[in-house]
């Protein structure tokens, strides 16, 4: 497989470490600086550096754009206009709605892998990073079928677990767990410092206040773009907060015993469930799925599933000799997710068989 990277960080010099080592993929790499080039070509992120998009992506078959939130659109454009017409386009931007809403090519499928460290740069990058992440991917309903089964597959075998999702509900979603734990890290951070005094060292009594402010002052590079870009979820995501913050302070302002431990308790309950939840346990169950050769039919299909939670452990397509038709194979964890996904397909009126 060949695939190109533009922008070879943390990012995207893990998924070319993997793409190298699990795909058995030639990576070629962009990236405006020059140093990083070196660092990537050093540590074996990419197999061939490019001094521009266009040779980077000349004779691609996957290109990953891993450029700031605010300078996406861009990079994507660009990697589009040079593409060959058979090769599928993505990027890792964490928020979802702006470059989805701005770009129209069925080559194209946004995209967002939950994988990181608080630590930049390519010299931070793994081949395992993604390993068991959740990638976000965002289909639209011209998107190329072939193309998103090409990523999906990809993205598989890279070690994550694809998730299809409407943009809007990916950066509600990222404003909750994402983005707001990071506003919430700088207040507390500001409001410990000033309370604490600045000549004064933070009480070792306990680690607490170190979890809570350890994403504090994250990269603004990145950082400052992300705020911005998802501005209204995050805005509305805060008031919650805010609202519910009141909510608690006036709970105690009560001396409501029984409430301050009903509010303890739920938050317990919240954080198990949370923190519990998966892709699906069992083993692996086939469904096959006669559909139209029609655009936007395997996003419809997979952002239904999204929806429900039903994750597409992998997915193949078999057109038909005539092209008119074919059939969409996937594979879900579990009898009871196998379940679901036949039901949520034939509701939307596909023939679907369970193997």
Not at 68 to 77: D, K, M
Not at 99 to 123: K, M, N, Q, S, Y
Not at 327 to 347: C, P, Y
Request: include cysteine; proline fraction near 5%; charge should be negative.
């Amino acid at each position: 497989m060949r695939v190109a990277n533009l922008g070879v960080g943390l990012i995207g010099g893990s998924v070319g470490l993997a793409a190298r080592a699990r795909l058995d993929a030639h990576v070629r790499g962009y990236d405006p600086d020059g140093r990083t080039l070196d660092e990537a070509e050093r540590l074996g992120a990419i197999d061939a550096r490019a001094d521009d998009v266009a040779a980077a992506v000349r004779d691609a078959e996957a290109v990953f754009v891993a450029a700031p939130v605010g300078r996406l659109e861009e990079a994507v454009r660009a990697a589009l206009d040079a593409a060959p017409r058979d090769c599928v386009v993505t990027d890792v931007g964490s928020t979802k709605r702006a470059i989805v809403a701005a770009v129209h090519d069925e080559r194209f499928v946004g995209g967002h892998p939950l994988a990181g460290a608080e630590t930049a740069g390519v010299e931070h990058a793994r081949e395992n990073l993604f390993e068991d992440a959740t990638w976000y991917l965002t289909p639209a309903p011209g998107t190329s079928g072939i193309l998103y089964e090409r990523l999906h597959r990809a993205l598989t075998r890279l070690g994550a677990q694809p998730v299809a999702i409407e943009p809007e509900l990916h950066d509600r979603v990222m404003a909750t767990v994402s983005h707001l734990p990071h506003v919430l890290a700088n207040v507390l951070a500001a409001q410990a410092s000033n309370v604490i005094g600045s000549e004064e060292r933070v009480p070792a009594s306990g680690p607490s206040l170190r979890d809570a402010i350890r994403v504090a002052g994250a990269n603004s590079a990145i950082w400052t773009d992300i705020y911005l870009s998802n501005r209204e979820a995050l805005v509305a995501t805060i008031d919650d907060t805010v609202a519910a913050l009141r909510a608690v302070a006036e709970t105690l302002t009560a001396g409501e015993r029984d409430a301050v431990t009903g509010w303890n308790d739920a938050a317990r309950r919240d954080r198990d469930r949370l923190l519990g939840a998966g892709m699906g346990d069992g083993p692996l169950s086939e469904l096959r799925v006669s559909v139209p050769n029609r655009p936007g039919v395997i996003a419809e299909i997979a952002l239904a599933l999204g929806r429900a939670g039903v994750n597409i452990v992998d997915m193949a397509l078999s057109p038909s000799p005539d092209y008119r038709r074919g059939v969409i194979t996937m594979w879900v964890r579990g009898e009871e997710q196998a379940g679901r996904a036949a039901g949520l397909i034939a509701e939307l009126d596909f023939d679907v068989a369970r193997i």
